[in-house]
């Protein structure tokens, strides 16, 4: 039976396949990796060993892998290319070198001391980033400096667990410090907003006519 023209004008179009419909939609762009926060994390590795070989750098690589696949930085709509200043970063090695060899002679000197009182507490530091990045590196390095642990985020303050406390506004102006070399050496992973902003800015422009 053959149809009128008019009908066909009528029946449904076909979805569009193969490449007309990957025109349609717009050219796809595969998630980049973050290539800094691996380059800062095998870098803390290193440190860590206190020597550089390829059998360290092949583990700094893979644990920095497993950590970002376990735990995988939040993805973002219009998310910008991370950018990685190396002198800020040497930087950052640089200081982070400096304070784990303090950290480890304060608290091997009191182990080792007998009869030392060891005075712990928990230290309310602000945030001067809120980013989720910027939280991430900041928490992983506090915690692989001996003595100190992150414990919680709350309200754009990060609280610190302090093994040895002797003065609370040190160790905020130590968290304080680390927080501006971590951003000046990842300046556009500061400047994104975290993952619960992202949402309701998505939110806000939902709702909008």
């Excluded at 696949?69 to 982070?96: K, M, N, S, T």
């Excluded at 000197?109 to 507490?121: C, D």
């Excluded at 530091?125 to 992150?150: F, K």
Aim: hydrophobic fraction near 50%; charged fraction near 20%; aromatic fraction near 6%.
């Amino acid at each position: 039976m053959r149809c009128s023209r008019d009908e066909r004008s009528e029946w449904p179009e076909r979805p569009r396949t193969g490449k007309a419909m990957s025109a349609a939609n717009g050219p796809r762009r595969a998630a980049k990796p973050p290539v800094g926060v691996a380059a800062w994390l095998v870098v803390l590795w290193l440190l860590l060993w206190g020597k550089v070989s390829v059998a360290n750098v092949a583990s700094g690589i893979l644990v920095a892998v497993v950590l970002l696949v376990v735990f995988p930085l939040p993805r973002r709509q219009g998310a910008v290319r991370h950018v990685v200043r190396p002198l800020a970063l040497a930087r950052l090695a640089a200081y982070f070198a400096y304070e784990l060899v303090i950290s480890n002679l304060l608290v091997t000197r009191v182990i080792l001391s007998q009869g030392s009182r060891i005075r712990t507490g928990v230290v309310g530091c602000p945030l001067h980033s809120p980013s989720d990045g910027i939280v991430t590196v900041l928490a992983n390095t506090i915690a692989l400096s001996p003595g100190t642990m992150m414990v919680e985020v709350f309200d754009d303050v990060i609280y610190v667990h302090a093994l040895l406390l002797r003065d609370v506004e040190r160790v905020r102006g130590d968290v304080a410090k680390l927080q501006s070399l971590i951003i000046a050496a990842f300046p556009t992973m500061g400047a994104l907003p975290t993952a619960e902003a992202a949402e309701a800015a998505g939110r806000d422009g939902e709702a909008r006519p």
